[in-house]
């Protein structure tokens, strides 16, 4: 007969119960341990090879490891759609063949915009972009294509959506987020959970809120560094879009890094249990961030020891450790935690359990592996809806009439490098965690490529990576922005552009031609008012996606009317006093004919 945890038709807590009583503690600690694939690879930080059969052992077999997790980058050697369902395939039929009771791992990723960790995959644009277009449809309908590109090459756990409040755009992450209005963030937070997590069906995965919570408001926009949040700030303005998300029944939160008012968001019962299990009534299961536990030691100095760290952790309500490279160290202490009496078993129990009700509810106990020849398809669907999320995000933000450039024979110069390197359109999170690396392109299209393509007939196009003396064309378009980043080093105090982007921003108001600047950017920046108030049109693209390009060229030739409209108050200052553009605001064609 079957065991009832083995029994798809029992109820979840009775399958869960069932399996914790048949198990030992170092099985049910493995279960709270999350270890980085490159650990398994042989490396102890970040980095690429093949699997690693010792280290393979040394995790999941001799330490029961319960999930594995690609850190940004982190991937097979060749990347592709099918070498991923092979190395998941291959580390969980291991994972199986050394559990005693058959227990699959989860394998988690973060496919922030798209399966942003395989070459090939359509690239979305980041959140802040898809907040510009105010339609939660349209992002339930990327966490569908997304969940399902992901499932298909075997990972089962998406890092993602980011609920985190946009409040300062200094902040490294400040795209990572829907902005500063805690409605818009709340409505697509909710649709992303909806569209990943559906009916938990065969191409669905566990979504994670993160990271909880007030992390978005750090001092000075530095990230990680302490947010100071008033209680009523934090209720009103932090905690919706985490609200929505749990109220659309994401399966997981991801612990804040930072501190709020002084004290270490992963030490802290008043938020990890009090606020998140209490009030707000979760039952899922919480992640720590990466090497956060130790860093309650190391960086926040809050533990005397590794040993007071995991102790702090699992009181305040920690359930998964995401070590991410030391198993024996986490788990050997987690051990004698629970035998010193410092940890009771039932708050293992409780963690443990919190992850085997992930793992019933993802079917993972019925369906462990993935067909790798289907991992191409499901990795390369997506790319038009990619295309129109671009489009739709698009915000025009000044226009004296010279977009969209017309029909007739204007002789457009498209000027810098950003119009034909795709880096700065696609971001952080990109192959890369710091974004897409020099040697490894995934297919985009470029603005200078999306310009070549929507050319009307009769029009010219030149580029040139900067403003000639005298350009021979009646508009310049100038693409500026930010290089790709990611977390702290996308920190920006200034809101500034890069000098060189500025100089060729001047040097083509300076040549007297009409100048539209195309911003590729994940947050507000500044511009110099002798060179902000000398320009034709100011589009803001955000961080568009690998499709951005064409979207863009749709943009300024007018296929597309733009309709994004800006999900943040754009500061006229870094010190963020006087507003150049309110929240809302975006430019439309007037006169407009579909083309
Ligand atoms: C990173 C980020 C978090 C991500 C995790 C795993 O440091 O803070 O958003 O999910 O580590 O990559």
Known sequence: STLPYRDATLPVERRVQDLLSRMTLQEKVGQMTQIDTARLMGRDEWDRGPLNPEWMKRVLADQHVGSLLSGGGVAPIPNTPSAWAEMTNTLQRFALEHSRLGIPILYGADAVHGHNNVVGAPIFPHNLGLAATFDPSLVESIGVVTANALRATGVTWNFAPDADLGVDPRWGRFYETWGDLPELAAAMVAASVRGQQGDFGPQNVATTLKHFVGYGAPQGGKDRADAIIADADLRSSHLPPFEAGLKAGALSVMVNSGSVNGVPAHASAALLTKLLRQDLGFTGVTISDWEDVKKLQTVHKVAASYRDAVKM????????????????????????????????????????????????????????????????????????????????????????G????????????????????????????????????????????????GMKATLPKGAALAFSNDVPSAPNADVIVVVVGEPPHAEGDADNPTLGLPSSDVDLLRSAVRSGKKVVAVLLSGRPVVLPDDVRTKLSGLVMAY?????????????????????????FTWPSGAARSGAMYSLGFGLSYTTFTES
């Open 543 to 567: 961080l568009p996606g690998s499709e951005g390009g064409r979207a863009i060229a749709d943009v300024l030739y007018g296929n597309t009317n733009p309709s994004g409209r800006l999900p």
């Open 313 to 400: 952790a699992l009181t305040a309500g920690v359930d998964v450790s995401m070590v991410p490279h030391d198993a024996e160290g986490f788990t050997s202490l987690v051990l004698d935690l629970v035998k010193s009496g410092d940890v009771p078993q039932a708050r293992i129990d409780e963690a443990a359990g919190r992850v085997l009700a992930m793992k019933f509810r993802l079917g993972l106990f019925e369906r462990p592996y993935v067909d790798a020849s289907g991992a191409a398809a499901a990795v390369g669907a997506g790319r038009d809806l990619a295309a129109k999320a671009a489009r739709a995000s698009i915000t025009l933000l000044a226009n004296d």
């Open 402 to 449: 010279v977009l969209p450039l017309g029909r007739s024979g204007r002789r457009v110069l498209i000027v810098g490098e950003r119009a034909r390197d795709p880096r700065s359109q696609l971001g952080g999170w990109t192959i890369g965690w710091q974004g897409m690396p020099a040697n490894e392109d995934t297919p985009s299209v470029t603005v200078l490529d």
